[in-house]
């Protein structure tokens, strides 16, 4: 049974969809509804963070040599061919660095309206753990994979209210 929502939960799950929204308008599309499984996605997303960065990474491993990073990779600090050395990697960090701050932004935000959410109303303590997750993530400089944990901890807190 759902309760009804406070016009302050209402206004902060406003504001993380206008965030979410704000980042697909400038980067297209993020891929973070690629798992929509419910509670099981959180684990899927630890199996895709498992496999981040690996030869096995992607869905279709052994056609994939495009070496195409999304922005969530690239915010995440890979490099596009697995990794390259010298002046061509000085000019993807200069490339990459904007967007980095961008998606770093972003997740910090919403960790801290998520907290305030979990903090402050009981019902949604069952979404700490993906909370804790993308703040793992976010102290291990991998924002993309934090802002993907957000997202899961968006819907499980939306599923809830």
């Known amino acids: ?27 297209g599309d993020l891929g973070l509804e690629e798992d929509d499984d419910g509670p099981a996605s ?30 969530l990779q690239i915010a ?4 596009p061919g697995g990794g390259e050395e010298g002046w061509l990697g000085d000019v993807w960090d ?3 660095r904007p967007v980095v701050n961008i998606v770093k932004r972003k997740a910090k935000k919403i960790i801290a309206r998520l907290t305030k959410l979990i903090r ?3 019902k949604y303590r069952s979404c700490i753990p993906g909370v804790m997750k993308a703040v793992a993530a976010f102290k291990a400089g991998r924002y993309g ?17």
């Open 42 to 71: 959180s684990e899927m997303q630890e199996f895709e963070a498992a496999l981040a960065g690996t030869e096995f990474g992607s869905e279709d491993a052994e056609s994939d040599m495009s070496g195409g990073l999304t922005i």
């Open 76 to 79: 995440d600090g890979e490099l």
């Open 120 to 122: 402050k109303y009981a």
């Open 145 to 161: 994979t934090a802002l993907r944990y957000c997202y899961a901890s968006y819907r499980c807190i939306r599923a809830h209210s």
């Open 1 to 27: 049974m759902k309760s009804k929502m406070s016009k302050s939960e209402t206004a902060i799950l406003d504001e993380i969809e206008a965030d979410f929204s704000q980042l697909e308008s400038d980067f």
């Open 94 to 96: 200069r490339v990459r």
